[in-house]
């Protein structure tokens, strides 16, 4: 059986492949999905960086997946798989970003690599966010939580990465993620200005298609204040 850790970028599964290394644990490959210019810029950057700490001091590597949701969002623009908010109605698209750029490419990946077989898929859910927990609907797959196991809380993740002499990263999803406040939305587009135009772009694509199918218009970056920053992926793919 092949054990592989699904690794966001976020806090939880950088203190999961941060106690794997450290500990010795018998981890076949660390897996990351890059979402290219639909990542928070801060996550890709933080994940290079912890990419060459595993190198540089462990002999360890992270395999990159890359799927181009921005891209094919401009390029199919009546294909909308972020939930996004409507701008006058109160609505929510149908959330399949997860499913379709996450979890479906990491399968395959690994049916793939581990032809014939089974997985030990680690997912970083810390014991606070139990409730996130998922059993896997790929036949030769098994998701495992190695922090809920531990009962390792996320507060607990912060400490064991700052024990290993590294910074802790900031939350982890696309940068236009709705389920991001719109204050997390806000520091992303100041420290990178070039996000405010690619969310106009985005959105006036989109829109111009949604109009001449005579749908309602949505928002890609957030400006109300009532939805604050919750859970952001059912699986833990996206924010661990």
Not at 112 to 136: A, K, P
Request: proline content about 4%; some cysteine; hydrophobic content about 35%.
């Amino acid at each position: 059986m092949a054990t592989v850790i699904s690794y966001g970028g976020g806090i939880q599964s950088t203190a999961l492949a941060v106690l794997a290394v450290l500990e010795g644990w018998d981890v076949d490959e660390i897996v990351h999905v890059d979402l290219l210019d639909a990542e928070s810029p801060a996550t890709r950057e933080y994940v290079a960086r912890f990419r060459e700490w595993l190198r540089r001091d462990h002999g360890r590597d992270i395999t990159i997946i890359e799927r181009d949701l921005y891209g094919d969002m401009l390029a199919r623009p009546g294909f909308t798989p972020v939930p996004w908010h409507g701008r006058r109605e109160k609505f929510m698209l149908k959330r399949q970003c997860t499913r379709e750029y996450k979890v479906q490419p990491l399968t395959r990946y690994l049916y793939d690599r581990y032809s014939g077989d089974c997985i030990r898929l680690m997912l970083g859910i810390s014991v606070d966010e139990y409730h996130r927990m998922r059993d896997s609907s790929a036949a030769r797959i098994e998701h495992v939580y190695p922090l809920v196991d531990r009962r390792l809380t996320r507060w607990q993740c912060r400490d064991i990465i700052e024990r290993a002499g590294l910074v802790v990263p900031s939350k982890s999803s696309c940068w236009f993620c709705p389920y991001r406040s719109v204050r997390s939305q806000l520091a992303l587009v100041q420290h990178y200005p070039r996000l405010r135009e690619m969310a106009q772009v985005l959105e006036d694509r989109i829109n111009t298609e949604r109009r001449l199918r005579g749908q309602d218009e949505i928002v890609v970056l957030r400006s109300d204040t009532g939805v604050e920053q919750g859970d952001f992926c059912e699986a833990g793919y996206c924010d661990s």
